[in-house]
T-cell receptor, first 112, second 112 residues
Framework: KQEVTQIPAALSVPEGENLVLNCSFTDSAIYNLQWFRQDPGKGLTSLLLIQSSQREQTSGRLNASLDKSSGRSTLYIAASQPGDSATYLCAVRIQGAQKLVFGQGTRLTINP | SQTIHQWPATLVQPVGSPLSLECTVEGTSNPNLYWYRQAAGRGLQLLFYSVGIGQISSEVPQNLSASRPQDRQFILSSKKLLLSDSGFYLC???????????FGQGTRLTVV
C-alpha cells in the first residue's frame, strides 16, 4: 500500500528565505507526482507535475525534484514571501489506479 | 482555458436529509472526473471517479453515491446524511491518466 509522508507538518520562516519542503513515498511504482497548495478553507491549486521519467520541474520561484528510486521529492521555494503562506500537499499517482495518494501536508508560514 | 466549478461552497444539513453536490468542468471534453473528501487529520480520500458518461467507480463503501449525467457534470449524492458525512468535498478533473489534476474550490458540508 502506497503511503506518502510530508515532513515537517508545519514550518515557519522569515520572509526572503529559501526553503525546502519534503515528500516521501513508500512504493516507487508511480506514474507521476504533483505538488499543490491549499489556502485555508479553499480548494487545491496545482503547482507542479513531475512525470516518473523526469527529475525536476520549475515554475517561477518553485522547483520540484523527484528521485523515484529513493521515494523522495522536494519542493524548493526561493525568496519566500508572505503570500506563499499556505498548506503544501504532495500527491502521487500510483500505477494501476486512478487515484492520487496524498500526504498530510506541510503548513507553511512566512513571517514578514 | 479550462475551469472547474463546484457548488454550493458551504452547506449545513440535518441528519437524515438528502444531499446533492454539483461539479462542472468547462473548456474541455471527456475529462476524467473525481470526488475527494478531506477530513481533519485524515488527508484527502478518493470517493468516486468517472472516465466517461454514466461510468462511475467507487473507491470506498459509504453512504454516498455519484452520477455523471453529462460529459462535464459530476454529482455527489446521498439519500440520508449521517453525521460522519461531514467534511470538505472536492471535485477534480484531468484530461488523461497521466496529466495534471485540477481541483475545484470545495464544498464544506456540516451535518447536524
Amino acid at each position: 500500500k502506497q503511503e506518502v509522508t510530508q515532513i515537517p507538518a508545519a514550518l515557519s520562516v522569515p520572509e526572503g528565505e529559501n526553503l525546502v519542503l519534503n515528500c516521501s513515498f513508500t512504493d516507487s511504482a508511480i506514474y507521476n507526482l504533483q505538488w499543490f497548495r491549499q489556502d485555508p478553507g479553499k480548494g487545491l491549486t496545482s503547482l507542479l507535475l513531475i512525470q516518473s521519467s523526469q527529475r525536476e520541474q520549475t515554475s517561477g520561484r518553485l522547483n520540484a525534484s523527484l528521485d523515484k528510486s529513493s521515494g523522495r521529492s522536494t519542493l524548493y521555494i526561493a525568496a519566500s514571501q508572505p503570500g506563499d503562506s499556505a498548506t503544501y500537499l504532495c500527491a502521487v499517482r500510483i500505477q494501476g489506479a486512478q487515484k492520487l495518494v496524498f500526504g498530510q501536508g506541510t503548513r507553511l508560514t512566512i513571517n514578514p | 482555458s479550462q475551469t472547474i466549478h463546484q457548488w454550493p461552497a458551504t452547506l449545513v444539513q440535518p441528519v437524515g436529509s438528502p444531499l446533492s453536490l454539483e461539479c462542472t468542468v468547462e473548456g474541455t471534453s471527456n475529462p476524467n472526473l473525481y470526488w475527494y473528501r478531506q477530513a481533519a487529520g485524515r488527508g484527502l480520500q478518493l470517493l468516486f471517479y468517472s472516465v466517461g458518461i454514466g461510468q462511475i467507480s467507487s473507491e470506498v463503501p459509504q453512504n454516498l453515491s455519484a452520477s455523471r449525467p453529462q460529459d462535464r457534470q459530476f454529482i455527489l449524492s446521498s439519500k440520508k446524511l449521517l453525521l460522519s458525512d461531514s467534511g470538505f468535498y472536492l471535485c477534480a478533473w484531468r484530461q488523461g491518466p497521466n496529466t495534471e489534476a485540477f481541483f475545484g474550490q470545495g464544498t464544506r458540508l456540516t451535518v447536524v
